[in-house]
Structures are given as structure tokens and as C-alpha cells.
């Protein structure tokens, strides 16, 4: 089961570059979201798009286009700030803000969730129990692995769990890693997908059972604006291989498929058979 996501944020939105006026940036997001929704709607694809409360606000039209495409929209936070060292009572109000402005963009409910750059760990694993509480089915924050803005490395399970944390439960959807000398990596999105040859990430990904794929519209794009501030690994991370990343993301659609949302992956799940307790 491969199950296809995206996070819907442009160029700028970057939790490590802590400029947050957003408005006077170049807008980016739009044609090449356009582009990916043409390739998915040729192969008959659909995905879940996490989104930005931030771009709901500013482009609600493109929330609406995506969703009218019959695609599955879910919350990636207001404006893309490391959940680390946040508070409860401010996560919850940033996540309803988010939630409450894409839902008025689509008119249903949104069920799903992703916290920036993987940014839920051991430490603030109530925030899972939060999502729960306003209403979320899915989640898809837990990165099983070290990872520069925080992770989950002893999460254990790159598989769909029912996760149980306080008196509540929440459908997980783990980022999948493989296992090379001890060292957990990912490999099927974002910079990593970028980073490692095609012929390696078809061969990994047909020798599991489950994959979470997840990419941005800055993981193709080799005219945006580069971010000097970034330190270099990041920089690194950020922008090698974009120059044939799309051609390369429409073979990976060609060859690697079939692939599911996360709403549809969930129906495929017997949930009762595995679960983690985080209390």
C-alpha cells in the first residue's frame, strides 16, 4: 500500500527561516500545484494534501480547486511553526484557527493532520492526544527516525498504528524508513527522494508492504528564490536534485503506484491489530 501525500506550503514557508511576512514574498505555490494536480488527473491518482491554514486565508481558491479535483484535504498546521516547545493551549488554538479556515474553504470536515517537519516526539506526544480531542481520524507527524527538527526514533513502527495516548486514539500514518547499518533513513519524499537514484527508491519501495510518500511544490521547482540563510546542510537538503525532480516524480507515479490517500489507506487498515500505547 503506497500512500500518496502532500504538503501544501510555497518556497518561503520554511520553520527555520523565522521571517513570517509571508505577503511580501513571490507567490509560487499555484503552477506548480496545477502541474501536479494535471499529472495526478491524468493517471487517475488521488492524494491527500496537507495544507497550510496560512494558505487557506491568503489562496482559499486553491484549497477548493485541489478539493474539487476529488482530492483529500488535511491540516498542516496555520503557519508552519516547529511544534517544539509549544505549548498545549497554543497548539490547540493555532491547529483550530488552521482547521476552521480550511474548512470554510471546502465546506466538510477536515479529519487529517501533519505537524511541520515532523516535529511531534516523545516530549509532546500530546499532541496527538489534542488532535484527537478536536476531532482528527489520521495523523501523519511521526518521523521514526532522527531528524534535525526533532523525530520519533524510538516510535519503533514505520507502519499504520492506532496510537492511544491519554484517554484518546488517533489513526498514525508514520513516515517509512529502511534500515542500512544500524541507521534508520528515509527514502520516499521530500529531499530524500531527491537525493537517492530512481532504480534505489523503486526497489525499496516495491519491497514493502507500506510506504508514505510525501512532496512539496519546492521539491521541483529549480527557479525559486534561494534562501541564503539556511545553514549549508539544510541548504543542501533543500535544493540538490530539483533540476529533473518532476520528471522524475512523474516516473515514480508511472512506476511505482498504485497509491491511495490517506483516508482510503485507513479503510485498508485492521487497526485492532496494531497498536501502540503512548501513555
Known amino acids: 500500500m503506497n500512500v500518496l501525500t502532500f504538503d501544501v506550503e510555497d518556497w518561503y514557508c520554511n520553520c527555520v527561516w523565522t521571517d513570517m511576512d509571508w505577503e511580501k514574498y513571490e507567490y509560487r505555490l499555484q503552477p506548480w500545484m496545477d502541474k501536479i494536480l494535471e499529472e495526478l488527473e491524468k493517471r487517475q491518482v488521488t492524494a491527500t494534501f496537507f495544507c497550510l491554514g496560512w494558505v487557506a486565508d491568503h489562496h482559499p481558491e486553491l484549497i477548493r480547486k485541489i478539493h474539487s479535483m476529488g482530492h483529500h484535504i488535511g491540516c498542516h498546521s496555520y503557519q ?3 511544534l517544539k516547545g509549544l505549548s498545549r493551549d497554543s497548539f490547540v488554538e493555532e491547529t483550530k484557527r488552521a482547521k476552521h479556515l480550511l474548512e470554510d474553504a471546502i465546506g466538510v470536515e477536515v479529519d487529517a493532520y501533519r505537524a511541520p517537519a515532523w516535529s511531534v516526539g516523545r516530549e509532546n506526544v500530546w499532541v496527538l492526544e489534542e488532535l484527537a480531542r478536536m476531532g482528527f481520524k489520521y495523523d501523519s507527524s511521526i518521523f521514526p527516525s532522527t531528524h534535525s527538527f526533532g523525530g520519533f526514533p524510538d516510535f519503533g513502527k514505520d507502519e499504520p498504528v492506532l496510537c492511544r495516548v491519554g484517554d484518546h486514539s488517533i489513526r498514525e500514518f508514520p513516515v517509512s524508513v529502511r534500515s542500512l547499518f544500524s541507521k534508520r533513513f528515509v ?27 510525501y512532496f512539496h511544490t519546492q521539491d521541483f521547482d529549480a527557479e525559486q528564490p534561494v534562501v541564503r540563510e539556511l545553514p549549508l546542510e539544510r541548504r543542501f537538503k533543500t535544493y540538490y536534485g530539483i533540476s529533473g525532480a518532476f520528471a522524475k516524480f512523474c516516473r515514480f507515479l508511472d512506476e511505482c503506484g498504485p497509491f491511495v490517500d490517506v483516508r482510503t489507506a485507513a479503510g485498508r487498515c485492521d487497526w485492532n491489530m496494531n497498536v501502540v500505547d503512548l501513555n
Open 80 to 82: 508552519h511553526g516547529l
Open 187 to 213: 527514502f520516499s519524499g521530500g529531499g530524500y527522494f531527491r537525493f537517492f537514484p530512481f532504480p534505489l527508491v523503486k526497489r525499496w519501495i516495491s519491497q514493502k508492504n507500506y510506504n508514505l510518500c
